[in-house]
C-alpha cells in the first residue's frame, strides 16, 4: 500500500457515507505521476539555478543553506515516488491534491526565505493550480487555488526581508497587497480559462467517441445483414442438393412406412429452409448492405418507415422535388442511423406532423425534415450540432445528454453533407442537408 492509499485510508473513516461517494466520484485520474514527477524535476532544476545566480553571480546574501535544504525535500520527494509507485499510472485526484500541496508549500517556504511577495518569482504560485485546473476536479482546484492564496497572503505579512543594498529599503505594504491581488486574479483567470478549454476539449472527446460508438454498431449491423444475404446465397446450392435426394428417396420408400414417414419430414423441412433462405436473401445477394444502392424515395421510405404510426396524433409525410427519377444513392451506415435519429426527434416533439422533402438538382441533394413542434430553443440555436446540448425549448422526453443532434451532425459532415437547423416563420424546426451529389451518388444498375 503506497503512502497515499495510506493517507486516504486514515481519512475516510472520518468521512461519512455521502463524503465517501462523493470522493469516489470526484476521482478523475487524467494526470499520470510521471507528469507530477517530471513538472517536479523542472520546477528543482529552475529554483536551484535562480539561487546560485542569485547568490554567486549577483552576491546576494540570504539564507542559502536553508534554501537547499528546501528544494532537497523535494528532490528526496521524487526519489520516493520514482521508486516505490509505477510513473505510468493515472493518479487519483486525492494523490494530485498531495503532491501538488507539497510543491506549494515547498514553494511558499522557499519564498519565505527570501523576501515574500517582495521577491518576484512568487507568480510561480500559479504553477500548480493552472495544472490542477486542467486535468483535475473542481474541488481539488479549488482546495490549491485557496492553499495558494492563503500561504501568499501570508508572506504579504511574514517573510525574511531580502538583502539590498540599502539595508533600510522595504517596499510599502500596499505594493505588497497589490502583488497578492494581482498573483490571484491572475492564478483565477487563467486556472478558469485552463479549466474551461479542458473540459470543452473532454467534452469533445466523449462526444466524438459515442459518435464512432454509434457509427461502429451500425457497420456491425451492416455487416451482419451482409453476412447473411451471403449465407442464404452460398447455402442455396446444397440445400437443393439435399432436397432432390431426399424426393429421389422418398419416390423408392414404401408408402406408410417409418422411412417414407421420415423422408416426407425431411422434405417439408427443407422447404422450410428454402424459404427462410429467400427471406435472408432479399436483403440482397451482394453480401454487403453497405455498399448497397438505392434509389433516394427509397432511402427516405426506409428511414421513415419505422417512425410511421409510432404516434397517432403524428404523421410523417415524405414529398419529393426534382426533375427525372430520384437519383441512385449510396445505402450507408452512417447515413441511415443519423437520418433515423433526426426524424425520431422530429417525430418526438411534433405536434401532428413531420414532412421530410427530398429534392435533387444535377448538382445537388438536398433534404428537409420539418416538424410542427415548439422549435429549436433560441438561446442555443447558434450551439446546435455541439456535443451535449439540449435543442428544445420544450421536452417530452427527460434525461438526454445532448448527444442525439451531435452524433447525427458528424456521420452526416462524414458523408460530405452540410447540416443547418432553423425556426420556421410559423414555429417548428427545420433540419437542412445538403449534399454535392458526386459525395452520395451510387451507381444505377
Known amino acids: 500500500?503506497?503512502?497515499?492509499?495510506?493517507?486516504?485510508?486514515?481519512?475516510?473513516?472520518?468521512?461519512?457515507?455521502?463524503?465517501?461517494?462523493?470522493?469516489?466520484?470526484?476521482?478523475?485520474?487524467?494526470?499520470?505521476?510521471?507528469?507530477?514527477?517530471?513538472?517536479?524535476?523542472?520546477?528543482?532544476?529552475?529554483?536551484?539555478?535562480?539561487?546560485?545566480?542569485?547568490?554567486?553571480?549577483?552576491?546576494?546574501?540570504?539564507?542559502?543553506?536553508?534554501?537547499?535544504?528546501?528544494?532537497?525535500?523535494?528532490?528526496?520527494?521524487?526519489?520516493?515516488?520514482?521508486?516505490?509507485?509505477?510513473?505510468?499510472?493515472?493518479?487519483?485526484?486525492?494523490?494530485?491534491?498531495?503532491?501538488?500541496?507539497?510543491?506549494?508549500?515547498?514553494?511558499?517556504?522557499?519564498?519565505?526565505?527570501?523576501?515574500?511577495?517582495?521577491?518576484?518569482?512568487?507568480?510561480?504560485?500559479?504553477?500548480?493550480?493552472?495544472?490542477?485546473?486542467?486535468?483535475?476536479?473542481?474541488?481539488?482546484?479549488?482546495?490549491?487555488?485557496?492553499?495558494?492564496?492563503?500561504?501568499?497572503?501570508?508572506?504579504?505579512?511574514?517573510?525574511?526581508?531580502?538583502?539590498?543594498?540599502?539595508?533600510?529599503?522595504?517596499?510599502?505594504?500596499?505594493?505588497?497587497?497589490?502583488?497578492?491581488?494581482?498573483?490571484?486574479?491572475?492564478?483565477?483567470?487563467?486556472?478558469?480559462?485552463?479549466?474551461?478549454?479542458?473540459?470543452?476539449?473532454?467534452?469533445?472527446?466523449?462526444?466524438?467517441?459515442?459518435?464512432?460508438?454509434?457509427?461502429?454498431?451500425?457497420?456491425?449491423?451492416?455487416?451482419?445483414?451482409?453476412?447473411?444475404?451471403?449465407?442464404?446465397?452460398?447455402?442455396?446450392?446444397?440445400?437443393?442438393?439435399?432436397?432432390?435426394?431426399?424426393?429421389?428417396?422418398f419416390r423408392e420408400a414404401e408408402p406408410g412406412t417409418h422411412q417414407a414417414e421420415d423422408l416426407e419430414l425431411l422434405l417439408s423441412q427443407t422447404e422450410r429452409c428454402r424459404e427462410i433462405l429467400k427471406q435472408l436473401g432479399k436483403r440482397g445477394d451482394a453480401g454487403d448492405l453497405y455498399h448497397d444502392n438505392l434509389a433516394y424515395d427509397i432511402l427516405l421510405e426506409e428511414v421513415a418507415e419505422p417512425y410511421q404510426g409510432i404516434s397517432a396524433n403524428v404523421s410523417i409525410d415524405i414529398a419529393l422535388d426534382g426533375e427525372g427519377d430520384p437519383p441512385v444513392v449510396q445505402r450507408r451506415a452512417e447515413l441511415i442511423y443519423a437520418l433515423k435519429n433526426l426524424i425520431e426527434n422530429a417525430e418526438s416533439f411534433a405536434r401532428s406532423e413531420v414532412v421530410i422533402t427530398g429534392a435533387w438538382t444535377d448538382k445537388t441533394i438536398s433534404l428537409n425534415i420539418v416538424d410542427d413542434g415548439p422549435g429549436f430553443d433560441a438561446a442555443v440555436r447558434d450551439r446546435l450540432g455541439e456535443p451535449y446540448v439540449t435543442a428544445r425549448a420544450e421536452k417530452k422526453r427527460a434525461g438526454g445528454l445532448g448527444l442525439g443532434l451531435f452524433i447525427s451532425k458528424t456521420l452526416l459532415e462524414r458523408t460530405g453533407a452540410k447540416v443547418r437547423f432553423a425556426n420556421g416563420n410559423q414555429g417548428g424546426a427545420i433540419v437542412s442537408i445538403d449534399w454535392p451529389i458526386e459525395a452520395i451518388l451510387g451507381t444505377s444498375t
Open 1 to 249: 500500500m503506497s503512502i497515499f492509499e495510506k493517507t486516504r485510508a486514515t481519512l475516510f473513516p472520518l468521512m461519512g457515507e455521502p463524503e465517501q461517494r462523493n470522493y469516489a466520484a470526484s476521482v478523475s485520474g487524467r494526470l499520470r505521476r510521471s507528469t507530477l514527477v517530471l513538472l517536479r524535476w523542472m520546477a528543482i532544476a529552475g529554483q536551484t539555478a535562480a539561487i546560485v545566480l542569485v547568490a554567486f553571480g549577483l552576491g546576494y546574501d540570504f539564507p542559502l543553506f536553508e534554501c537547499f535544504v528546501v528544494i532537497g525535500l523535494s528532490i528526496l520527494l521524487n526519489l520516493v515516488v520514482t521508486f516505490t509507485l509505477p510513473l505510468d499510472r493515472r493518479v487519483e485526484d486525492f494523490e494530485a491534491l498531495l503532491q501538488l500541496g507539497f510543491d506549494l508549500t515547498q514553494l511558499a517556504v522557499l519564498l519565505w526565505l527570501t523576501g515574500g511577495m517582495n521577491n518576484p518569482f512568487a507568480l510561480l504560485f500559479m504553477a500548480p493550480v493552472v495544472t490542477s485546473a486542467t486535468t483535475l476536479s473542481r474541488p481539488v482546484v479549488f482546495t490549491l487555488g485557496a492553499l495558494a492564496a492563503s500561504l501568499s497572503l501570508y508572506m504579504v505579512y511574514n517573510f525574511q526581508p531580502l538583502p539590498w543594498s540599502d539595508a533600510n529599503f522595504m517596499l510599502p505594504f500596499m505594493f505588497r497587497m497589490g502583488a497578492w491581488s494581482a498573483l490571484i486574479v491572475g492564478m483565477t483567470f487563467t486556472s478558469l480559462y485552463a479549466w474551461r478549454s479542458a473540459r470543452e476539449s473532454r467534452r469533445m472527446s466523449e462526444a466524438l467517441r459515442a459518435t464512432e460508438t454509434v457509427l461502429a454498431q451500425e457497420q456491425k449491423l451492416s455487416a451482419l445483414g451482409g453476412m447473411a444475404a451471403a449465407a442464404a446465397h452460398e447455402l442455396g446450392t446444397p440445400l437443393a442438393t439435399i432436397r432432390l435426394t431426399a424426393k429421389e428417396l
